[in-house]
């Protein structure tokens, strides 16, 4: 990322006043083959968004116990589930996505990556039909909330998220957050647009424009009882970050394999693991206690 043009667009947030009006997604549930297969390229191995999951897996260790039952909402080709199930061999996790070809390629994925601890359902994120109340440790949901229709299906989203979780559950949820001006959206989606397919540029811009303001995020989250404290990359909510207080330590099995995990970045994406840690810093949003990435 060019760090003195995303400075200058930064800065002209500053000055802009409202955020821009929202622009919904057109096609919410990704069934597109050419739109699913950019996207689930992105997450792959060196792929654009690879430090990005692996950014939310660490954000999100100390969230996830030992034994716990976990929920990925909408979890698309199971790019951020594989993080997280590999961080976490002794939790279950459940990936729920409403698209039958998401489904098929997050199934292929975790069966290549030899993963056994995920099981996949079909299902929609506003109902969360068929899973228990009070019966899930944690929910994780990253870059998905914006494919919902409007405020209202967001409040339906977090109403049933209240609903599954036992008492002492926690919560991730991370997403795009509304900016105040169009060309810094054609920034951010263009910026990479060589090393990325037009399907995917495209797909980009969609869900900057479709994303929610903070102010709908954390209204939305009011209703969870982890309260989860809401964090946002300094000078503009490019990425927004909801999530509850530790539910654990973290131990040396759990350290050695985030750091495992980090050791097998190329150096370019640790770079950009450790620029998007520093752009989270100033809003308070820090890696677990006790969780420590070294070398590179
Ligand atoms: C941009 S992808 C993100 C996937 C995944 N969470 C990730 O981070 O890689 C958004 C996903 O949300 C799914 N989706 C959209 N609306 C949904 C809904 N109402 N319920 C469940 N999934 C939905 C889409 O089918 C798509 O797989």
């Avoid at 979890?75 to 594989?82: F, V």
């Avoid at 601890?117 to 969360?128: C, H, K």
């Avoid at 409007?150 to 559950?169: N, W």
């Avoid at 050791?263 to 677990?288: A, S, V």
């Amino acid at each position: 990322m060019s760090a003195p043009a995303m400075l200058v667009h930064l800065l002209l947030e500053q000055l802009a006043r409202h955020p821009l009006p929202r622009i919904p997604e057109t096609a919410a549930v990704m069934e597109d083959p050419l739109q699913v297969a950019a996207f689930a390229d992105s997450g792959k191995d060196q792929g654009i968004l690879n430090y990005i999951y692996l950014f939310h897996s660490l954000m999100s260790a100390a969230l996830i116990a030992p034994g716990d039952v976990v929920l990925d909402l909408a979890c698309g080709p199971a790019n951020q589930l594989l993080r997280h199930a590999r961080l976490h061999p002794d939790a279950h996790f459940i990936g729920m996505d409403a698209s039958a070809r998401m489904l098929e390629l997050a199934e292929q994925n975790l069966r290549e990556a030899g993963v056994h601890n995920v099981s996949l359902q079909q299902g929609d994120m506003t109902r969360l039909d068929g899973m228990a109340a009070a019966g899930t440790d944690v929910v994780t949901c990253t870059m998905s909330l914006h494919h919902l229709a409007d405020s209202t299906a967001l409040q339906h989203c977090t109403q049933q998220i209240a609903r599954i979780l036992r008492p002492q559950g926690g919560v991730y949820l991370a997403d795009f957050g509304r900016l105040k001006r169009r060309a810094t959206q054609r920034f951010f989606a263009y910026d990479r647009m060589d090393l990325q397919s037009p399907a995917f540029t495209a797909d980009f811009l969609n869900s900057l424009q479709a994303a929610f303001s903070l102010t709908e995020l954390q209204q939305a989250a009011a209703v969870l009882a982890s309260a989860p404290a809401c964090y946002y990359t300094a000078l503009a909510p490019f990425m927004v970050v909801l999530r509850s207080t530790p539910r654990r330590a973290i131990d040396p099995g759990l350290q050695q394999r985030a750091q495992a995990a980090y050791q097998q970045l190329i150096p370019g994406e640790q770079r950009d693991l450790c620029n998007l840690l520093r752009w989270f810093r100033p809003g308070g949003l820090r890696l677990p206690d006790g969780l420590m990435l070294t070398g590179g």
